[in-house]
């Protein structure tokens, strides 16, 4: 293990535990929790005593006798000709992602989701302009013809859900060289970048728990401005739901944020929804849940725009978001069935 090979390199070197920490720039201390394995050096500790030691990284990392399966062996069979080689279907070569491409990736998900995040909110929000207009136009004191209302709103209503888009197209073709990661394709980390993926999830660890309850806080406890509105008059009741949906849209959001983040880490060590069962099942649901969601939308339009019930036609995706579990575990089932 690490803390061993730290060790005995130390002693080749002739180097005492104080001799090392002065050499990194650390604590004795530090050196000896390394060495009793309490701690774990991070990646940038990793590849300066990498360089002290003049040894590679992977040789650092890597457990004893741990070694890359070679694909032709001397053992294979004397039927295959000369300078031919067959990889078994176990030995398939994969993709090897270094720990700068790891760190890339990390990074450009962070940049993702707080641009994804925006464009979920303009897209929450978008209908929001129309609603008041249209509540202001239906009241006493408005002083905006019917009409009027429903042209601006729905002016304001593109040019948000436009804005969101464009977002999403972005974020789509800049993430396009990481699109394997999310296929059945096989590929690994090396050596350096799992250390590096597996210390950056222990450190996001509390982070997420923390920032997913809040969220969902925020998002059980949006309601309350259209409860507080239910004895006031309609125009009062019409801004209270604008409210609403701004305070659920912050608290989905912040749910986008901290779970794309999270699902990057999962992509890369093969968890979660990323293992190599659950991308096969994505085959099949990815399509599916997407098709699902734009028939939602397709239905909330309708609904509005002919019936002009705007203020209640948001209850299609309360429904269909019930609905999307049953839909999602009707498609799980296929597809096991499928692979079994």
């Not at 690490?2 to 080749?12: G, Y």
């Not at 350096?192 to 806080?217: D, P």
Request: glycine fraction near 8%; aromatic fraction near 10%; charged fraction near 15%.
């Amino acid at each position: 293990m690490l803390a061993d090979k730290i060790t005995q390199l130390r002693k080749k070197n002739g180097w005492s535990q104080e001799e090392l920490a002065n050499r990194m720039e650390i604590s004795r201390q530090a050196v000896s929790k390394w060495e009793s394995n309490q701690t774990t050096p991070d990646i940038e500790k990793i590849i300066q005593l990498s360089s002290l030691f003049g040894v590679t990284i992977d040789s650092l990392l890597k457990e004893d006798g741990e070694h890359t399966p070679e694909t032709c062996s001397q053992s294979q069979s004397p039927s295959v000709q000369q300078g031919e080689c067959q990889t078994p279907s176990s030995l398939k070569p994969a993709i090897q992602i270094t720990w700068e491409e790891a760190q890339n990736f990390l990074e450009l998900q962070r940049e993702f989701s707080w641009k994804i995040a925006l464009g979920v909110f303009l897209c929450i929000f978008s209908p929001i302009p129309l609603i008041i207009l249209s509540g202001i136009a239906g009241s006493s004191i408005g002083s905006i013809s019917g009409t009027t209302a429903a042209t601006i709103g729905l002016v304001v209503l593109f040019a948000f859900v436009i804005g969101a888009v464009t977002i999403f197209l972005y974020c789509g073709f800049k993430g396009e060289p990481f699109q394997f990661l999310e296929k059945n394709i096989p590929f690994e980390l090396e050596s350096t970048a799992r250390h590096f993926v597996l210390e950056q999830k222990k450190q996001q660890r509390s982070g997420y728990i923390k920032w997913n309850i809040i969220a969902i806080c925020i998002c059980i406890f949006s309601p309350i401005p259209v409860l507080l509105s239910l004895f006031g008059s309609e125009l009062l009741r019409v801004i209270m739901v604008t409210v609403t949906m701004v305070i659920a849209g912050i608290g989905v959001a912040i749910f986008i944020v901290v779970n794309i983040r999270n699902e990057a880490l999962q992509k890369l060590l093969k968890e979660g929804d990323y293992t190599e069962k659950a991308k096969m099942q994505n085959e099949l649901k990815g399509p599916i849940m997407g098709a699902y969601w734009c028939i939602l939308v397709a239905i909330y339009l309708f609904w509005s725009f002919t019936a002009d019930s705007w203020k209640i036609s948001w209850i299609v995706f309360v429904a269909g978001g019930i609905l999307s579990s049953l839909v999602e575990g009707l498609c799980i089932f296929i597809s096991n069935k499928r692979q079994g």
